[in-house]
């Protein structure tokens, strides 16, 4: 099975066996989902004591949760008495207690009751904490990882931090997260929303009018170990996607660019200079992809626009139709990758991010 191939300076897209091998997608958790970054959404999803999230890495169920001193822990959520999962979705507690037989556990996962166990000889509390794993913060995002071995987040994004730091994304403010399930293998809606190849064409009754692919700009030196990404210069008329006037942190071409990171393997997100756009995606076996999707505004869009929820309904509204425009894009792939005469075909210089995509994905299942 060859990633890609590359002939005559033509690089290919992935092969159709790329998205549909169940022995690949197995290699796929455990050499990229067990041992990079997962976003788990962003810092402000949970603000206040006890807030709390829940995610799956792979098919590690886990929960993040502000602690007391503000800090964020990640940690399993899979009772440590008989495997249950402890809490579903997100919401706000003291502690967390197991639906099953009432074990609980404090903020920080250590196992505060364990009703009728005091009969149990040498049974002890102290050893049934929840594992935890590894959560940094980058620019307002949350990241775990399942291997105490992964780089630092800052250091694996060091170079995107100069891009990314005159919109002070941290500061925008989240406006819905949402859970979907699509029915496509995970690497189909990776390729498709880091690349803009398509937007003008298949997006062009929503977003596809403020990403002119001419104005696409790469980085000359290539892609950096952890991320691609490529940004958009927006037209000069545009009102959507460029810097409201209150906005003092963005100057010159900026006010209108966008950029597009793709944090490898599966956070990607369209950053804007009045709104933020994000996926971050899971393999759920080889034909579905589970997707957190978020968005967010910036500050002085949230200060200083009057109707707020006009605005509101109307930018998830174009959200909403511009995903549902890439799900069936998505969805028609995998159901044709399987017939007997697909072939990847050559890809566009617009896509140079797909291309990179490939090459990180040989370099973490080679
Ligand atoms: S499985 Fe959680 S208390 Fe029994
Ligand atoms: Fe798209």
């Not at 962003?42 to 006890?50: A, C, L």
């Not at 935890?132 to 775990?144: A, D, F, N, P, Q």
Request: hydrophobic share 35%.
């Amino acid at each position: 099975m060859s990633l890609a191939s590359n002939t005559s300076n033509q690089t290919r897209g992935l092969s159709p066996e790329m998205f549909l091998s169940e022995e690949l997608a197995a290699v796929e958790l455990d050499q990229i989902f067990y041992r990079e970054w997962s976003c788990i959404g962003r810092e402000d999803d949970i603000p206040n004591v006890g807030d709390f999230v829940t995610f799956k890495v792979g098919d590690q169920p886990i929960i993040v949760v502000r602690l007391e001193d503000k800090s964020i822990r990640a940690m399993s959520n899979v009772c440590r008495h008989r495997m249950m999962r402890l809490v579903q979705g997100n919401g706000n507690t003291r502690q967390f207690s197991c639906p099953y037989h009432g074990w609980t556990y404090s903020l920080d996962g250590n196992l505060v009751g364990a009703p009728h166990m005091g009969c149990n000889l040498n049974f002890s509390k102290e050893k049934f904490m929840l594992p935890t794993l590894k959560c940094e913060t980058w620019h307002g995002w949350i990241y775990v990882s399942l291997s105490n071995d992964a780089a630092p987040i800052v250091e694996r994004l060091k170079k995107l931090d100069t891009m990314v730091q005159p919109y002070e994304m941290e500061h925008y403010v989240t406006v819905f997260v949402e859970d979907l399930e699509w029915n496509t293998n995970w690497k189909l809606l990776c390729q498709n929303f880091m690349e803009g190849y398509h937007l003008p064409i298949a997006h062009r009754s929503t977003v596809g009018r403020n990403f002119p692919v001419g104005e696409t700009k790469f980085d000359s030196d290539g892609a950096s170990e952890g991320f691609t990404y490529q940004y958009f210069l927006k037209p000069n008329d545009m009102n959507f996607g460029v810097a409201h006037p209150m906005n003092t942190r963005l100057t010159d071409n900026l006010r209108r660019s966008s950029v597009m990171p793709t944090i490898f393997p599966s956070h990607m997100y369209v950053l804007a200079p009045d709104h933020l756009w994000y996926l971050s995606l899971q393999p759920n076996g080889v034909g579905k992809v589970r997707i957190r999707y978020g968005a967010a505004l910036a500050p002085e869009v949230m200060e200083h626009t009057e109707d707020k929820s006009n605005l509101l309904s109307q930018f998830k509204e174009l959200l909403d139709k511009t995903q549902e425009e890439d799900r069936l894009l998505v969805e028609n792939i995998f159901e044709n990758i399987r017939g007997p005469m697909a072939m990847a075909g050559p890809l566009s210089w617009l896509e140079r991010e797909v291309h990179e995509f490939t090459q990180y994905l040989a370099r973490k299942i080679a």
